[in-house]
């Protein structure tokens, strides 16, 4: 193969392998436009239910005809406590989705500046294939006709590779994150089943409650990582998001009706919880395996590749 030629095939792999990222950051930024818009929604319901709430707050504290009808049964204090706990439950959510949406703007604006970088790279390397097409008719290489074709099976089984790596690293990172919440959840639990068994009292609440915070910290990193994994396996034709379980960690209401049926409540959330978090890091682990799999086969498709393609220009 002349050394024209040789350039050539350089140049439409470096080509392909432009189009094939061209292509991945477009699948990429149609997935980070479906959780902007899931967000969006998100936020509007959380706002509606928090003026209802800081509503319904303000009609028991202000002594209006609900905190009379409340005052005559008895239940005024009762109701008013968890009014409260829904307040701030609510405002906790609203603060974690708009972090979120923080996140996605800042992967949407990422993806742009890849999409900017790349510019006409389709148009591009349709050019150099054409110019390429029209020099191979013209010298009847059979060689150079398969190199052709070894370099466009090369560059997209490099850039599956890639995407299958890119997949697997952030799925490795929300493995882990939803274990952390986990970790955290166990602690909670443990600390529920003293409190409820062994009448551990406030201090058990205290321990209960801060690891619950401590879980709805990490719920709301690893939704973050199940976000990001989510886009990645778009990349590789997999649509699916995942989410975790809201972390309920209404604390003050449960504080202040301390009995047996409520810490029964709270520990039955807690299991629940867990049950359900345990359940998508299994579902995580399940594809990370998936991925590692299909990860060793490309790798093995690419070595063969690459040693034909230069057995190919060698012997030219």
Known sequence: ???????????????????????????????????????????GDLEDQLAKEEEDVSKLEGGGFSALLAGLTGSRDERLARERAEVLAVRQRLDGQR???????????A?????????????????????????????????????????QRLADTR???AEYQEAHRAGVDAFHGVGEVLRCLGGARGASTW???????????????GHLRNADEAAWHAQQLLDTFARELVD?????????????TRWFADMFFDNIITDAIKHHRIESTGAAVADVAEWVRRTVEGLDVRREEL??????????????????
């Open 99 to 109: 972090n979120r949406l923080e996140w996605l703007n800042a992967d949407r604006a």
């Open 195 to 209: 409190d409820m068994l062994a009448g551990g009292g406030g201090f058990a609440d205290m321990m209960e409650h």
């Open 1 to 43: 193969m002349t050394p024209y030629a040789a350039d050539a095939a350089d140049a439409l792999l470096t080509a392909r392998e432009r189009v094939r990222r061209l292509e991945q950051l477009t699948s990429r930024r149609g997935a980070v436009a479906v959780q902007l818009d899931e967000v969006a929604a998100l936020l």
């Open 111 to 151: 993806v742009d500046e890849g999409l900017a970088g790349l510019g006409p790279a389709r148009e591009e390397y349709d050019a150099l294939l054409e110019r390429e097409e029209r020099r191979l008719v013209a010298s009847g290489d059979s060689r150079g006709r398969e190199l052709v074709e070894l370099d």
């Open 299 to 316: 790798t093995r498709l690419r070595d063969a590749l690459a040693a034909r393609r230069e057995e190919v220009i060698v012997t030219g």
């Open 236 to 248: 590789i034709g997999v649509n699916v998001a995942p989410k975790l379980p809201e972390v309920d």
């Open 159 to 161: 850039a599956d590779l």
